[in-house]
């Protein structure tokens, strides 16, 4: 199974409201345009959240790093 990584950049510092609303985007949607949420993980040295996304395109993703 191919997966794709978001790495919340400097979400060390996230209140856990924060962290739950993304996950949420991605775990609520009902669309199948929406790429569904697999889990999260934490890197040990920066502290920064990773969720592990359903691969595919993401053209927001795409977006963010322009």
Do not use: F, W
Not at 39 to 47: L, M
């Amino acid at each position: 199974m191919k997966v794709a990584l978001k790495c919340l950049h400097d979400s060390q510092n996230l209140a856990t409201n924060e962290l739950l609303d993304e996950i949420n985007k991605y775990s609520i949607s009902s669309y199948d345009s929406v790429l569904q949420i697999y889990g999260i993980s934490q890197n040990p040295d920066t502290k920064d959240y990773t969720l592990v996304l359903q691969d595919g395109y993401c053209e927001a993703c795409v977006h963010e790093r322009d």
